[in-house]
């Protein structure tokens, strides 16, 4: 992959992903178009936050991953999980204060950082919570937190993994509208996790199945055409039928 392209802003060329001898992720090639919402589905263990992970520089990888910057290069990540310590007396506002200014949270904010804070909460729809300890947020709220924070500064690249598991369904709908919101601003190219076939006829632009290996890669329409995930993996995809 020698060739920058104007369309692709994330390339994958035959990545592969072992442990211990076994492979996590087998010869997957993937392009994940400029401005584009493009989403990876599949079962348990198909490899899709290893993948994440080696596009973040996380886990070493065969192959190769290029990313084709034009605006500022910046990566925001959202997690599928984020365990909070219930003993720690961080807020929100320390949380989100604490990459955006030099002097540590313990010794007080900034104008600058609470400022800044105020319009992230702003952005999520959290106004008004700077001061709630993180560990008592719902899931929904620590998710909106999260997105706050991979969204300051403007990411070129924004990685969700599973950003709607566990949100009830007002929760999951504000997110659908939120990522609509941020593609749209032609800014932002989103690559996103998750099992939610119905989400990904709703939202998405580009789907790729993974299972281990790309199983399916295309357009939307093409791709899933009223298939379930069971119908997109292999018959010999045993772990998916004991899932």
């Known amino acids: 992959m020698t060739d920058v392209s104007e369309d692709w802003l994330l390339e994958i060329q035959r990545l592969a992903i072992h442990r211990n001898r076994e492979a996590l992720v087998d010869d997957a090639s993937l392009r994940v178009g400029r401005g584009s919402l493009h989403?990876?589905?599949g079962p348990n263990g198909a490899g899709k936050s290893t993948l994440i992970g080696a596009v973040l520089g996380l886990i070493p990888f065969d192959g190769r991953i290029v990313l084709n910057w034009k605006h500022s290069g910046a990566i925001g990540y959202v997690p599928q999980t984020f365990p909070v310590d219930p003993t720690l007396p961080v807020t929100v506002e320390d949380f989100l204060a604490l990459t955006r200014q030099r002097r540590p949270v313990c010794l007080g904010l900034s104008a600058q950082s609470r400022r800044t804070?105020?319009?992230?909460?702003?952005?999520?729809?959290?106004?008004g919570l700077e001061r709630r300890p993180l560990a008592v947020l719902s899931g929904g709220e620590l998710r909106r937190v999260l997105l706050a924070h991979a969204m300051d500064p403007e990411p070129e690249l924004l990685i969700l993994d599973e950003p709607t598991s566990g949100l009830d369904e007002a929760a999951a709908q504000w997110l659908e509208e939120t990522l609509a919101t941020i593609k749209r601003s032609g800014r932002t190219t989103i690559l996103m996790v998750t099992h939610d076939l119905d989400q990904v006829r709703r939202i998405a632009d580009r789907v790729t199945v993974l299972d281990r290996r790309i199983v399916a890669e295309g357009a939307v329409a093409d791709v899933l055409a009223g298939a379930t995930i069971r119908d997109l993996l292999p018959a010999s995809s045993t772990r998916w039928r004991r899932a």
């Not at 804070?117 to 106004?127: K, T």
């Open 39 to 41: 989403v990876i589905v």
């Open 117 to 127: 804070v105020s319009r992230l909460l702003g952005l999520v729809g959290l106004a």
